[in-house]
């Protein structure tokens, strides 16, 4: 296929085409992403979440000035509708990103992922994908931090890295509430605004000194500035190898092999059920039943995967 | 089932009891939630989301006060892992609602989402049933907003309350990354601090006037305070006749049903082909296979579930 040869090639026009079709749900896109499995594997994929206002976008506009620097090619997904990278179009800001934007090593990306029933999950899998295959080493996913979604991006990426900012003890609560076990690396963004230390003892208080092998570390970061991105680019980089030497990196992938297969699976089994014969109209009579009450949701998935529906 | 009878009488402990069962997956969970089905369909379920600091929790509680004195039963489900209903136990304020807390007519409970993958939908779904069924009129659904989470809240209720504060051009360029599709119901709380008229005026600014007979309200609200709490209460009932009216209220519970439907489906499916004999074993080689990227999921899911593995 013409689009996945010259995306293998690193075309970005490409990227961009069938990234569009992954959020399109074209009919196309499902081939197309199978074709480009076995050349992946290769990248580090690293998540960033935090909350709103910490600095995620410019800290990965940093990460991925440094990276290339590093001599690495990167790619950046944004699923966060709040990042520049993605709501940012709207009110015109997306110039942010222009300086590294020319690079030809450099490929950033915005997702549409509302509105799918199922999460960030599966069409941000995809895309990853797509990046990997166009051979990118480094591939950024940017979420926003709200409970569920970190955990999602802990399954998708092998280096989760949680931004914070100074100040509030909101940050605490939050991170309280279900990131403490997620992140590899911990950075406190904005760090030139007063509070940084106390947030970072803060962190550093209710964070594990061990995790199999590996000591979350918390680190300050001024975007911005560039100040102290060379060290957090270290830290994930001694994330990469560990997990490469401990065997995790096995782990971590089959985790997300698990995540995609069962998606797959889903999705299969709907197309089955939905297009055989005369199946889309069991289907939407179990469904009336649901609505009225009369059958449950469990009942009614039983007796539509076994084929009787009385 | 005793359980279930106790829960239909409006025991709260057995409440308490079948929701930790959901959380935990027990085994008897699926069961009771599907014995609860035909007793649930009554109730108006209203979603409630927005950012961090909103005072989305306050909100409620004085959501709670003002309809009980209208004589309804309330129940409360919040998956926000920053409200103090949920997060908030580890730093001990969770007493904030403890002044509804001894009426027979409130239920309140937080639910732990995290770590399944497949979003909050699922285990939600069933604990507001699990409210239903105990015959609540109310059931107040409190997440954060952040994107995807929006959505999902959109589709669990019938009711979706947008609650933003003032202030922020951050706030406007979250609503555009989103919201502003899904509202049915604005406020801006906090109301007595300074920027609150302009918030709503930019809302106003970029709502739609008018959504299939609907006109998504902008309110003012001073939770803490209780100020404008009856107003809002009243556009909730208001948009609650709207749906019946209209025919919305079915449209909104069929998709409501297909969401648990689809999970119902998955899960069953997965069961089936992970139990059967050999069944674990062939899914364990398809997922290696996936891992070593000698297949792509979307294949391995066919073979899966075509019965053919070569």
Redesign the interface.
Known sequence: MQLVDRLLKGDKRAAAKIISMIEDRDAQA?KI??????H??NAHIIGLTG???AGKSTLISALVREFRSRGKRVGVIA????SPF???A??GDRVRMTDVGVDDGVYIRSMA?????????LATYDAVKVLEAMGMDKVFVET?????????VA?LAHTTVIVEMPGSG?SI??L???ILEIGDVYTVNKADEGGAESMVTNLKSVLPEDREGWAPPVLTTVASEGKGVPELADRLEEHFSYLKKSGKL?EK??IR??????????????E??TTSKGGKKLYED??DK??S??????????R??SGKTG
């Open positions: 499902q992403v199978s074709l480009l499995h076995h992946t594997g909350p709103p206002g699923v966060d509708p709040t993605t709501g940012g709207l009110l992922t509302r509105g799918h029933v199922g999460g960030l999950a926003v931090g709200a409970g569920q979604s970190e955990v999602e399954n909101d609560q939050i309280k509430a279900g096995g992938e089959r092999s698990e995540v995609e297969l069962r998606d797959a699976l889903t999705e299969t089994m709907l089955k059920l179990v469904l649901v609505v009450r009369k059958l449950d949701p469990h009942t009614a998935a039983r539509l995967l």
